[in-house]
């Protein structure tokens, strides 16, 4: 494989002969991938063409089962647990399937991450109203998460991984449940954060989505990845 990165920054993302998959099965074999801070990706690729996997990998959920992956120029397969759950204070996951805290509230599933890095009430407060605003949220703060729509609970999991304003984000088909207005605020969202310098990567089957935002795309097919540059089309 190509190595995808033409970058001269650092990666904050680094695979070298990467295979990963579950149970002795490789979903994807020998990726090469250089991704640089500050960079801009949509992962596409059919359904079942390993984009979960790949990103549960990124995110440090799952170790590669062949090859070398490096995080915040870190090899993962050498760091311990300690070290890992470092990393994972830098990072951001949209997932698939919200993981929220159905029984707390809005409010509580979003401030979450601002309380576990010890941030005041009046601090968090203020950033979690002004975001529940942006969302669209905000007359929503108080209610129980088992009360929402699938949209509502996707926006909410959404807002969670960026409260802490993390250096890397990873979205599994953020835009899956919720309608073209919401989807536009929300990619505007994930601009601003990408402009101030977090890496954004985005797995996404949406067409129209990638063809709209002009950013480089990792396009997965046969167990293999390959990178399209910006202003290149598949």
Same mark, same amino acid.
């Given at each position: 494989?190509?190595?995808?990165?033409?970058?001269?920054?650092?990666?904050?993302?680094?695979?070298?002969?990467?295979?990963?998959?579950?149970?002795?099965?490789?979903?994807?074999?020998?990726?090469?991938?250089?991704?640089?801070?500050?960079?801009?990706?949509?992962?596409?690729?059919?359904?079942?063409?390993?984009?979960?996997? +790949? @990103?549960?990998?990124?995110?440090?959920? =799952?170790?590669?089962?062949?090859?070398?992956?490096?995080?915040?120029?870190?090899?993962?397969?050498?760091?311990?647990?300690?070290?890992?759950?470092?990393?994972?204070?830098?990072?951001?996951?949209?997932?698939?399937?919200?993981? +929220?805290?159905?029984?707390?509230?809005?409010?509580?599933?979003?401030?979450?991450?601002?309380?576990?890095?010890?941030?005041?009430? =009046?601090?968090?407060?203020?950033?979690?109203?002004?975001?529940? &605003?942006?969302?669209?949220?905000? &007359?929503?703060?108080?209610?129980?998460?088992? /009360?929402?729509?699938?949209?509502? &609970?996707?926006?909410?999991?959404?807002?969670?991984?960026?409260?802490?304003?993390?250096?890397?984000?990873?979205?599994?088909?953020?835009?899956?449940?919720?309608?073209?207005?919401?989807?536009?605020?929300?990619?505007? @969202?994930?601009?601003? +954060?990408?402009?101030?310098?977090?890496?954004?990567?985005?797995?996404?089957?949406?067409?129209?989505?990638?063809? =709209?935002?002009?950013?480089?795309?990792?396009? +997965?097919?046969?167990? /293999?990845?390959?990178?399209?540059?910006?202003?290149?089309?598949?």
């Amino acid at each position: 494989m190509t190595n995808i990165s033409e970058s001269i920054a650092q990666p904050i993302i680094e695979l070298q002969n990467v295979s990963v998959g579950y149970d002795d099965n490789d979903v994807l074999e020998n990726i090469h991938i250089s991704l640089a801070a500050g960079s801009f990706t949509f992962v596409t690729g059919k359904s079942g063409a390993g984009k979960t996997t +790949l @990103l549960s990998m990124l995110y440090l959920m =799952k170790k590669p089962s062949k090859g070398i992956l490096n995080v915040f120029g870190k090899n993962i397969n050498f760091s311990n647990r300690e070290s890992l759950a470092q990393m994972r204070q830098r990072i951001g996951v949209v997932f698939q399937d919200f993981r +929220l805290l159905e029984n707390m509230t809005v409010y509580d599933n979003i401030a979450l991450p601002l309380r576990v890095r010890g941030m005041n009430e =009046k601090d968090i407060h203020k950033r979690v109203t002004e975001l529940l &605003k942006w969302i669209e949220l905000h &007359k929503s703060i108080y209610r129980v998460c088992n /009360t929402l729509s699938g949209g509502e &609970k996707q926006r909410v999991a959404i807002a969670r991984a960026v409260i802490n304003r993390p250096d890397i984000l990873f979205a599994d088909e953020p835009t899956g449940s919720i309608d073209s207005e919401i989807a536009e605020k929300l990619m505007r @969202l994930f601009i601003e +954060l990408n402009r101030v310098g977090t890496t954004i990567i985005i797995a996404t089957h949406n067409e129209q989505l990638t063809s =709209k935002y002009n950013y480089q795309r990792i396009d +997965l097919s046969a167990g /293999t990845a390959k990178l399209y540059p910006a202003l290149q089309h598949i």
